[in-house]
């Protein structure tokens, strides 16, 4: 890949792939916990299923559960799937425009929807918690769980991390756009693939540079 020097020497679009490639270490880490959450699930329903259909038993708690731990594993995969783009999109329009139009609307839909709304999930939503923990909230079924603030506390952890999620996707977009104004290959290359080994690569080949330079 042929770039010059000065179109190297880019600190803000360095700066904003480290901060969006550490916001999405973090993401995919707090993604795979989350994930682990389908065992306890999987085994629950199982049980569930041949205690009912062969002992003729069923459990309130149980049947609660399930659905506590489903709510659980998909508010803290929210982020996971957003910086991977594993979320769902309507494609019908998006796919026609080149990859600089799309990153645009990245950035649109970033600051004007999904920034100020998990935002406000959040602020609503530790009300919302707090509400439930003073009054010890527990389940309208009278053999159900107790301690409902637990399971209501993962919907502003959940709309937390898909904030986090969007600042990560927002400093990749931008970087691709400074890199693409600046004609710097390697800050698009970087910025659209996210692997550590680009970002790494960048940092060595400006390094190379400016020693270079200081020569």
């Known amino acids: 890949m042929n770039i010059s020097y000065e179109s190297l020497d880019d600190g803000l679009s360095k700066t904003l792939l480290k901060i969006s490639l550490k916001l999405e270490n973090i993401l995919v880490f707090i993604g795979k916990i989350g994930a682990w959450l389908s065992l306890p699930l999987i085994g629950i329903i199982i049980f569930d299923i041949i205690s009912r259909r062969f002992f003729v038993l069923g459990s309130t708690k149980l049947q609660e559960m399930e659905w506590h731990l489903h709510a659980a594993l998909f508010l803290l995969a929210l982020g996971y799937a957003y910086v991977k783009n594993s979320h769902v999109r309507i494609e019908v329009i998006r796919e026609s425009f080149s990859t600089k139009i799309k990153s645009i609307l990245e950035v649109i839909g970033i600051l004007f929807f999904i920034l100020p709304y998990t935002a ?15 009054m ?7 053999t159900g769980l107790s ?10 952890m959940g709309m937390a991390f898909l904030w986090l999620a969007g600042i990560s996707v927002l400093c990749r977009n931008l970087a691709y756009l400074i890199g693409l104004s600046n004609n710097n290959d390697l800050i698009v290359e970087a910025s659209q693939s996210m692997s550590p080994e680009l970002a790494n690569a960048a940092d060595e080949l ?3 540079a400016n020693t270079e330079e200081n020569k």
């Open 136 to 142: 010890n909230e527990v389940s309208s079924a009278l």
């Open 120 to 134: 406000l999930i959040v602020w609503f939503g530790l009300d919302f918690v707090s509400r439930s923990f003073q």
């Open 147 to 156: 301690h409902r603030w637990i399971i209501k506390s993962f919907v502003p």
């Open 206 to 208: 400006i390094k190379e």
